[in-house]
């Protein structure tokens, strides 16, 4: 199984903040990345698939880059609404995986 | 408006059974693939089971096989998940989920149901 390792596991910032998430897979997972933002009691939300393609209605603050093994999610400007939990997923190979998320919290 | 919606969840025993739902609107769940992705209190995501869109082709991660089934059935336009040996652990909320993309598949799951809660517990 390919495991999703993200960092860091928490982060606090404040609106105006530009942040960066990472997320490191134990083996190449080509371009099947994605990026999902979960807030409490909601279902996942995609943000970013294949990388760095932006999800139709995701705001342009929100970014992905990377390749091979190492990937990040970056949030230029944090506005109120982004603090939520953030999780990378795998879809190179069975069975899909997903890192144990960040929480982006209200410094 | 696209949408997926969940039932069927509930409390069961260990050792029981339990069959969840999902229903589709706004588009032909057919046309897509479909997958089970589940949330344990408190705790990330893992995904479940997997149907593949062209031949209804299913994949499982290793712990779950032999427990559970993925099926669709497409006059209904609903997608199954049927679980059996339940466990304490098996406690979570399932979502159903839809691969972004009915022809091109990018991996991603681009709408979510709200979620059902299974509660394995004696």
């Known amino acids: 199984d390919i495991q999703m390792t993200q960092s860091p596991s928490s982060v606090s910032a404040s609106v105006g903040d530009r942040v960066t998430i990472t997320c490191q897979a134990s083996q190449g997972v080509n371009s099947w990345l994605a990026w999902y933002q979960q807030k409490p009691g909601k279902a996942p939300r995609l943000l970013i698939y294949s990388v760095s393609t932006l999800q139709s209605g995701v705001p342009l603050r929100f970014s992905g880059s990377g390749s091979g093994t190492d990937f990040t999610l970056t949030i230029s400007s944090l506005q109120p609404e982004d603090f939520a939990t953030y999780y990378c997923?795998?879809?190179?190979?069975?069975?899909?995986?997903f890192g144990q998320g960040t929480k982006l919290e209200l410094k | 408006q696209v949408q997926l919606v969940e039932s069927g969840g509930g409390l069961v025993k260990p050792g029981g059974s339990m069959r969840l739902s999902c229903a589709a609107s706004?588009?032909?769940?057919?046309?897509?693939?479909m997958s089970w992705i589940r949330q344990a209190p408190g705790k990330g995501l893992e995904w479940v089971a997997y149907i593949r869109n062209s031949d209804s082709a299913t994949y499982y991660p290793d712990s779950m096989k032999g427990r559970i089934t993925i099926s669709r059935d497409s006059a209904k336009n609903s997608l199954y998940l049927q679980m059996s040996s339940l466990r304490a652990e098996d406690t979570a909320i399932y979502y159903c989920?839809?691969?972004?993309?009915?022809?091109?598949?990018?991996?991603?799951?681009?709408?979510w149901g709200q979620g059902t809660l299974v509660t394995v517990s004696s």
């Open positions: 706004g588009f032909t769940s057919n046309d897509y693939y």
């Open positions: 997923q795998q879809a190179n190979s069975f069975p899909y995986t």
């Open positions: 989920a839809r691969g972004q993309g009915s022809s091109s598949w990018f991996g991603a799951f681009d709408i």
